[in-house]
């Protein structure tokens, strides 16, 4: 006999459209992104780089395919707005982050800037929700963007992918590196601290 309350771990899960599904698939690929990279740091086998950065790319095909399954259906909730930005967050913040340490990015100024990326992601995705009603000027759908997608950052993983195809990791770098007070500093991380500063910047984007 079920007791009352019983099935609550179940309830949540029943609230969940189609186009929740499609953001926990893109969640998961951010995630097992990062498993993959841990993987290359034990092996040393890059063949994990390049799949660390097709889960990044896979993230990002369900993010598109969730938006549009949920223009589709007509079916979008607050729950699934704040899914869909976790789900970033893992996949275009954190993971691209994971990647480039894993790559060779590891001295302490690296750390810092890519903390500084990942920190100017999860500000561009909080401000989005707050400001996306004001955003879309009373219709359905946001006109454009303040600062750059959190999603743009696949730019940066696609870069890590031919610097792996190249044998640009670790030591070998593209740019070298910089020793300053005695800590490193890799100057193409400041690639990643563009990113995020143009994340969180005021400058106007179209939506497509």
Same mark, same amino acid.
């Given at each position: ?130 400001? &996306?009603?004001?955003? %879309?000027?009373?219709?359905? #759908? ?5 600062? @750059?997608?959190? =999603?743009?950052? *696949? $730019? ?11 044998? &640009?990791?670790?030591? %070998?770098?593209?740019?070298? #590196? ?5 800590? @490193?500093?890799? =100057?193409?991380? *400041? $690639? ?17």
């Amino acid at each position: 006999m079920t007791k009352p309350g019983q099935n609550k771990p179940f309830s949540m899960i029943r609230e969940f459209h189609l186009a929740d599904w499609f953001t926990l698939a893109n969640a998961a690929c951010g995630t097992s992104a990062m498993f993959a990279m841990m993987t290359y740091l034990q092996t040393a086998d890059v063949r994990h780089v390049y799949f660390a950065c097709a889960l990044v790319l896979a993230a990002f095909v369900f993010d598109v395919l969730d938006g549009r399954i949920a223009r589709w259906r007509q079916k979008s909730s607050a729950m699934g707005l704040d899914l869909d930005s976790l789900a970033d967050i893992v996949s275009f913040g954190v993971a691209p982050a994971v990647i480039a340490y894993g790559c060779g990015m590891q001295g302490l100024y690296d750390r810092i800037v890519l903390t500084f990326f990942v920190a100017c992601g999860v500000s561009r995705l909080a401000r989005f929700n707050v400001t &996306a009603e004001a955003l %879309s000027e009373g219709g359905d #759908k946001v006109k454009y963007f303040e600062g @750059t997608p959190i =999603p743009t950052s *696949l $730019l940066l993983v696609i870069m890590m992918w031919v610097a792996g195809s190249q044998g &640009a990791l670790g030591d %070998s770098l593209w740019f070298g #590196k910089i020793v300053f007070a005695g800590f @490193t500093l890799h =100057p193409i991380v *400041l $690639l990643f601290a563009l990113s995020g500063s143009l994340m969180v910047s005021r400058i106007r984007f179209p939506k497509f």
